[in-house]
């Protein structure tokens, strides 16, 4: 008998209220295929502590449902997706009243989310191991943990402490809004938007776990607009949704479609709500639906992360829409006899497939470099303008040969937001694509040794399929880098000629004086030990459709810093620096990018040090020292942030 690849189950396409619509009601639904696996995967030891009566469903190698619903003092019985009569019918029928099947529907979009990761990553994804305490190691971490039922709120998060997501419930409001029951109960739960946006926080969270630190206003709001960009572009892979959209917009993707509002049943169910939670490609004025135009204003002046991240959803959809427009320019001429105008009204069900056949390749396209840019971002510190570079960069190694225009529309889009990045001289691919850094031949001599003494640690872990055993083998990889990259006292090196490595990487052996905002010097530092966050290879298409094989190795440095603040108490600031290292493992580990942010950096620290005294900074930390010892940095708390 075969072995089963892929589990078929059915679920929303936007929203439960859109059933409840004639003119939505039949592309409202549809059956998701992701990948089979085991489900009768045993709980973990805090799951098995925590839930009686074994209430955990489904449960697998990467996530564990669990349906304990506090406000409410129950447990719901647990779904079996491997039940003959579940597997029989494509999974459960898509039901607001059912707690079984919110389960199936959270496993579902998860698992689907976690598969356009690890296709664009190339790689399996380890979710970032769980702190315990200071002088001690970090513990695995096998399953993320869904709640469907956790809290009674109109929120839903990621808890990075926890390594749970937790998705809240809520009353609507009473006045008569959009398709909701007035004062009928809305769960975050059945969002496909929001359950793809909380899995990506968490996937985020496990590939740069430092990203988790506001040290500027970026950084909050990159976690809120990549993470809608990631559960707004997935709704392009259902291709019934997308044909009908199409069709709506009479082809024009500028007009109103919802393609590119997010939440809709969810935000309108606030108080005061009018739609979507929020949209990507325009918005409300009044009653009257309009196309968001580009303003670069609103990149200088918006702080809250939510809107300033609606600016980077905004590039993303600006960008799709170009490259759809250029991309169909010839179809729609002939669909017009010439004219490149449609006539007024629906459009042709041919011409509408063909349409939303391109924008469905355009959004993949979008997605997978989106997700793969990460790989090329700084391990910390994260702005726009780095994740635009790291965009060029990626889709530079991905598309094929001479196929530019999306890396043409990305620019375009964010220059039009008004979003530039830092240390290049032009907007030309060249100069924001990671360049291969200059070498003096000392600082080539070290790096000759340092891919030597990867390169027989990296090919061990290529033979691992075992996730907890790929995790143990890189923790100790790290280790034996560590110690490696700190021994300044080695044959053929001096310490300075070290010294002149390290930093080539951002970091120092050396003391640190920095100046506080009126240039007077700061106390001598010493940075910490550094952290080797990863060292992992990866296996993707390239763009001759070759496999592209990299490995992608992560450190950073921290120092803490006392900062007199307007009379009062001094606040320590803790400052990181480090860079992110791709080595081509199939060209015998030659160096392909070194992409930094240097420890030594008076600038940076001075901006990070202004903004995370400054009165508009809002905190979205955690209140207590559960994360590590009490400093200045501590995670972002989603359920702060989240909060409406």
Same mark, same amino acid.
């Given at each position: 008998?075969?072995?089963?690849?892929?589990?078929?189950?059915?679920?929303?396409?936007?929203?439960?209220?859109?059933?409840?619509?004639?003119?939505?009601?039949?592309?409202?639904?549809?059956?998701?295929?992701?990948?089979?696996?085991?489900?009768?995967?045993?709980?973990?030891?805090?799951?098995? !502590?925590?839930?009686? *009566?074994?209430?955990?469903?489904?449960?697998?190698?990467?996530?564990?449902?669990?349906?304990?619903?506090?406000? =409410?003092?129950?447990?719901?019985?647990?779904?079996?997706?491997?039940?003959?009569?579940?597997?029989?019918?494509?999974?459960?029928?898509?039901?607001?009243?059912?707690?079984?099947?919110?389960?199936?529907?959270?496993?579902?979009?998860?698992?689907?989310?976690?598969?356009?990761?690890?296709?664009?990553?190339?790689?399996?994804?380890?979710?970032?191991?769980?702190?315990?305490?200071?002088?001690?190691?970090?513990?695995? /971490?096998?399953?993320?943990?869904?709640?469907?039922?956790?809290?009674?709120?109109?929120? $839903?998060?990621?808890?990075?402490?926890?390594? $749970?997501?937790?998705?809240?419930?809520?009353?609507?409001?009473?006045?008569?809004?959009?398709?909701?029951?007035? %004062?009928?109960?809305?769960?975050?739960?059945?969002?496909?938007?929001?359950?793809?946006?909380?899995?990506?926080?968490?996937?985020?969270?496990?590939?740069?776990?430092?990203?988790?630190?506001?040290? *500027?206003?970026?950084?909050?709001?990159?976690?809120?607009?990549?993470?809608?960009?990631?559960?707004?572009?997935?709704?392009?892979?259902?291709?019934?949704?997308?044909?009908?959209?199409?069709?709506?917009?009479?082809?024009?993707?500028?007009?109103?479609?919802?393609?590119?509002?997010?939440?809709?049943?969810?935000?309108?169910?606030? !108080?005061?709500?009018?739609?979507?939670?929020?949209?990507?490609? %325009?918005?409300?004025?009044?009653?009257?639906?309009?196309?968001?135009?580009?303003?670069?204003?609103?990149?200088?002046?918006? &702080?809250?992360?939510?809107?300033?991240?609606?600016?980077?959803?905004?590039?993303?959809?600006?960008?799709?829409?170009?490259?759809?427009?250029?991309?169909?320019?010839?179809?729609?001429?002939?669909?017009?006899?010439? &004219?490149?105008?449609?006539?007024?009204?629906?459009?042709?069900?041919?011409? !509408?497939?063909?349409?939303?056949?391109?924008?469905?390749?355009?959004?993949?396209?979008?997605?997978?470099?989106?997700? #793969?840019?990460?790989?090329?971002?700084?391990?910390?510190?994260?702005?726009?303008?780095?994740?635009?570079?790291?965009?060029?960069?990626?889709?530079?190694?991905?598309?094929?040969?001479?196929? *530019?225009?999306?890396?043409?529309?990305?620019?375009?889009?964010?220059?039009?937001?008004?979003?530039?990045?830092?240390?290049?001289?032009?907007?030309?691919?060249?100069?924001?694509?990671?360049?291969?850094?200059?070498?003096?031949?000392?600082?080539?001599?070290?790096?000759? /040794?340092? !891919?030597?003494?990867?390169?027989?640690?990296?090919?061990?872990?290529? =033979?691992?399929?075992?996730?907890?055993?790929?995790?143990?083998?890189?923790?100790?990889?790290?280790?034996?880098?560590?110690?490696?990259?700190?021994?300044?006292?080695?044959?053929?090196?001096?310490?300075?000629?070290?010294?002149?490595?390290?930093?080539?990487? %951002?970091?120092?052996?050396?003391?640190?004086?920095?100046?506080?905002?009126?240039?007077?010097?700061?106390?001598?530092?010493?940075?910490?030990?550094?952290?080797?966050?990863?060292? #992992?290879?990866?296996?993707?298409?390239?763009?001759?459709?070759?496999?592209?094989?990299?490995?992608?190795?992560?450190?950073?440095?921290?120092?803490?810093?006392?900062?007199?603040?307007? %009379?009062?108490?001094?606040?320590?600031?803790?400052?990181?620096?480090? =860079?992110?290292?791709?080595?081509?493992?199939?060209?015998?580990?030659?160096?392909?990018?070194?992409?930094?942010?240097?420890?030594?950096?008076?600038?940076?620290?001075?901006?990070?040090?202004?903004?995370?005294?400054?009165?508009?900074?809002?905190?979205?930390?955690?209140?207590?020292?559960?994360?590590?010892?009490?400093?200045?940095?501590?995670?972002?708390?989603?359920?702060?942030?989240?909060?409406?």
């Amino acid at each position: 008998m075969a072995k089963q690849v892929h589990r078929l189950l059915r679920g929303y396409t936007l929203d439960p209220g859109f059933s409840t619509r004639l003119d939505t009601m039949g592309i409202n639904e549809t059956t998701y295929r992701i990948r089979w696996e085991d489900l009768s995967v045993p709980m973990t030891e805090v799951s098995a !502590a925590t839930v009686l *009566n074994n209430h955990v469903g489904p449960s697998g190698e990467y996530f564990e449902v669990i349906d304990v619903d506090p406000p =409410s003092n129950c447990f719901y019985e647990p779904v079996n997706l491997d039940d003959i009569s579940v597997l029989a019918q494509n999974g459960l029928t898509p039901s607001e009243g059912n707690p079984q099947f919110h389960q199936q529907f959270v496993y579902t979009i998860a698992m689907k989310t976690l598969d356009l990761f690890e296709q664009a990553l190339g790689r399996r994804l380890i979710w970032n191991a769980r702190f315990v305490k200071k002088g001690e190691p970090d513990e695995y /971490v096998g399953q993320i943990r869904i709640y469907p039922h956790a809290r009674r709120d109109a929120n $839903a998060y990621y808890d990075t402490r926890k390594k $749970a997501i937790l998705f809240g419930y809520f009353k609507a409001a009473l006045q008569v809004q959009g398709t909701n029951f007035p %004062g009928g109960t809305i769960f975050s739960c059945l969002s496909p938007d929001i359950i793809a946006h909380e899995v990506t926080h968490a996937l985020v969270d496990s590939i740069h776990p430092r990203f988790l630190e506001n040290t *500027n206003r970026d950084v909050p709001a990159f976690h809120e607009g990549f993470s809608d960009i990631v559960a707004l572009l997935q709704r392009f892979t259902i291709n019934d949704l997308v044909i009908s959209q199409i069709a709506l917009s009479g082809g024009d993707l500028n007009h109103f479609n919802y393609l590119g509002e997010l939440a809709t049943q969810f935000g309108t169910a606030l !108080a005061n709500g009018r739609g979507a939670l929020r949209s990507g490609i %325009g918005e409300y004025v009044g009653d009257k639906w309009v196309r968001r135009k580009a303003d670069p204003a609103l990149y200088q002046t918006t &702080t809250e992360p939510h809107e300033r991240g609606s600016i980077l959803v905004a590039t993303f959809f600006d960008a799709l829409i170009k490259v759809y427009s250029y991309k169909t320019a010839d179809l729609i001429r002939i669909a017009s006899g010439g &004219t490149g105008i449609l006539p007024q009204g629906s459009i042709s069900p041919d011409l !509408a497939k063909r349409l939303a056949q391109e924008v469905c390749e355009i959004a993949g396209h979008l997605l997978s470099i989106a997700i #793969r840019a990460l790989d090329y971002c700084p391990p910390v510190d994260i702005t726009f303008g780095d994740f635009l570079r790291a965009l060029i960069t990626a889709d530079i190694e991905f598309a094929q040969p001479g196929e *530019n225009n999306y890396r043409i529309a990305l620019i375009d889009a964010f220059r039009s937001w008004g979003i530039f990045p830092d240390q290049v001289n032009t907007l030309s691919e060249e100069s924001l694509q990671w360049s291969t850094p200059d070498l003096n031949p000392v600082q080539a001599r070290a790096l000759q /040794v340092t !891919a030597d003494f990867l390169k027989p640690l990296v090919r061990e872990l290529t =033979s691992i399929s075992d996730r907890k055993a790929l995790w143990e083998r890189s923790q100790q990889i790290q280790r034996q880098l560590h110690v490696f990259l700190m021994d300044t006292k080695r044959p053929n090196f001096s310490e300075d000629e070290w010294e002149q490595w390290l930093r080539k990487l %951002g970091l120092t052996t050396d003391e640190l004086i920095f100046d506080d905002e009126k240039g007077n010097p700061l106390n001598k530092v010493e940075a910490v030990p550094i952290e080797i966050h990863k060292v #992992r290879p990866a296996y993707r298409v390239g763009n001759q459709g070759l496999i592209l094989e990299q490995v992608i190795v992560s450190i950073t440095q921290s120092v803490n810093i006392k900062v007199n603040s307007g %009379g009062a108490e001094p606040q320590e600031i803790r400052f990181r620096g480090g =860079s992110t290292i791709i080595f081509d493992s199939s060209k015998d580990f030659s160096l392909s990018y070194i992409i930094t942010k240097n420890i030594r950096s008076q600038e940076r620290f001075q901006a990070q040090a202004d903004y995370q005294q400054g009165d508009s900074t809002q905190d979205y930390s955690f209140t207590d020292s559960m994360y590590e010892e009490n400093t200045a940095l501590s995670p972002i708390n989603f359920a702060h942030l989240h909060f409406h």
